[in-house]
């Protein structure tokens, strides 16, 4: 397959909603000779599939890279596998890292490449509110998410961009496990539910709920999840990264704006690293003064002059 090498390197950090994805490259190995890596994601779900299909596909073992895969069910849990050892990066809210660190951990872990950049989940009603307004929740009880989480801080982010008070102008009940508030929806509990996917959907399909509004759309760019490891992991595996390739949309705006900075840090620090971009990975929008075609162009000719290799 003609793409199936950006396609591995890329996919585990492709975004689902929006871009700004990195990928480690690792020399081609025998199958011998792989490298062992233990990835523990936050949840599992369709806003990764590119990184699935790559592992089921043999992309990642075909770059050099023996990939496990686990699901933590939770930012905390995850967090936790990783500073064990049992996994040597962790995939999960941005904030882990810091709480973390905050905590005086010898060895910190450190955030190494966003993922998204927009929350993946929705509101669900129990009923269809064509018309609703974040002030509908106005003294309503909403399952919400672990305090302290990043989908219960955008949450409450939301509900404060709306001159909502999340302490006094509703109830949130944040005492249930991550992945078990559609159960508890179901049942009975709450007024509306934050939830991701599959659940949002599932809720739908028995008639128990329905989707009112997404979080991601009204919440805006946040740092949402992202790649994490120890210090010392990255240290002791820093010779296998080579390049770090971006794809995603769109190329004038959140490409070519993370694309030149990283390339600056690079060459700031004297790093033998080349930051790469696959044209055909990479696409932006149509629009009255904003042509395609002619914008993706400019951008491609601003990233190469800036040391930025195109493929």
Known sequence: MK???????????????????????????????????????????????????????????????????????????TMTAVISGEADIGFMGAEASIYAYQEGATDPVVNFAQLTQRAGNFLVAREEMPDFKWEDLKDKKVLG???????????????????????????????IDFGSTAAAFSGGQGDF???????????????DGYVVASLGESSGYVPYTAFSAK????????????????????????????????KNYINENDLDIDVVIYKNAVETYDAPNHNRKEYNEIAFKIMEQNGIKLI
């Open 3 to 77: 793409n199936k090498k950006w396609i591995s390197l890329a996919a585990a950090v492709i975004l689902a909603v929006t871009a700004l994805p990195l990928g480690v490259f690792a020399a081609k190995k025998d199958e011998a000779k792989l490298a062992k890596v233990t990835l523990n994601e936050v949840a599992h779900s369709i806003f990764y599939a590119p990184q699935y299909v790559a592992i089921e596909e043999g992309y990642f073992k075909d770059e050099g890279l023996d990939m496990t895969l686990i699901t933590g069910f939770g930012a905390d849990k």
């Open 145 to 175: 998410g672990r305090k302290g989480g990043m989908p219960e801080m955008v949450f409450e982010y939301i509900l404060k961009k709306n001159n909502i008070d999340p302490k006094t102008d509703l109830s949130i009940d944040q005492s």
């Open 193 to 207: 539910s934050v939830e991701f996917e599959p659940h949002a959907t599932s809720l739908e399909e028995k008639g």
């Open 231 to 262: 210090k010392s992991y990255i240290k002791n595996n820093e010779n296998n990264l080579k390049e770090i390739a971006l794809c995603g949309c769109c190329t004038d705006l959140c490409v070519m704006n993370f694309a030149i900075p990283l």
